[in-house]
């Protein structure tokens, strides 16, 4: 069974910044894609940042210049550093993973969600 960790969310202010880290940990060959999504009070869960094996990079548009995702391949992490961070950026953020469990089976993954409060 795989597992995804997250940690670092917490109250910061506007234009602040913090770092989301995401570590995945279980039986599994390897993992492609990685990526950070963020689900706001009475809103729909939404794709922030993802980031390919390869190291090919998406963002939002509302995250872009502000947001970098990257990840580490040897430790199955991946992180997102938030800079300029804005009250609308308040969410619960979420790690996810395409997991190769076998050579023919791939399992979607998702962290518990971290917090993530601007305000001042």
């Known amino acids: 069974q795989v597992q995804l960790v997250e940690s670092g969310g917490g109250l910061v202010q506007p234009g602040g910044s913090l770092r989301l880290s995401c570590a995945a940990s279980?039986?599994?060959?390897?993992?492609?894609?990685m990526a950070w999504h963020r689900q706001a009070p009475g809103k729909l869960r939404e794709l922030v940042a993802s980031i390919s094996s390869g190291g090919s990079t998406n963002y939002a548009e509302s995250v872009k210049g502000r947001f970098t995702i990257s990840r580490d391949i040897a430790k199955n992490t991946v992180n997102l550093q938030m800079n300029s961070l804005k009250p609308e950026d308040t969410a619960v953020y979420y790690c996810?993973?395409?997991?190769?469990?076998?050579?023919?089976?791939?399992?979607?993954?998702w962290g518990q969600g971290t917090q993530v409060t601007v305000s001042s």
């Open positions: 279980g039986t599994m060959l390897n993992i492609n894609t």
């Open positions: 996810s993973a395409v997991v190769q469990i076998t050579t023919l089976k791939y399992d979607y993954e």
